[in-house]
């Protein structure tokens, strides 16, 4: 007897299965309803977690607006830059003394 290779797999095919798992309709039909009660609670379990697309967005905006909270004073872009090329005139008048730095100098 040739065997099918969909049958190796698991998948459904036309060859003869000898011993199959359930001997009768009856007992399909309990295997599944069985199986269906499963995946209804499952999906009742999480009903209460369903959100919708607003509320899904709103959760999003919270979580940013709580990641953006420092404790301590934030500085602007121009303080910042500021603040770096402080630290470059520092970095460089240590390196290469009180020379100018550039084609004009």
Known sequence: MVEEPKAAVGEPGLSFVRKPEPNCYSQLEEKRRV???ADLKALEHNFEKVQNA????NAREMCHLRMQQKDGTTRTRTEIQQRRRKEMVEENTQKFGSQTIGIHG
């Open 54 to 57: 607003e509320q899904r967005l």
């Open 35 to 37: 199986q269906n009660l």
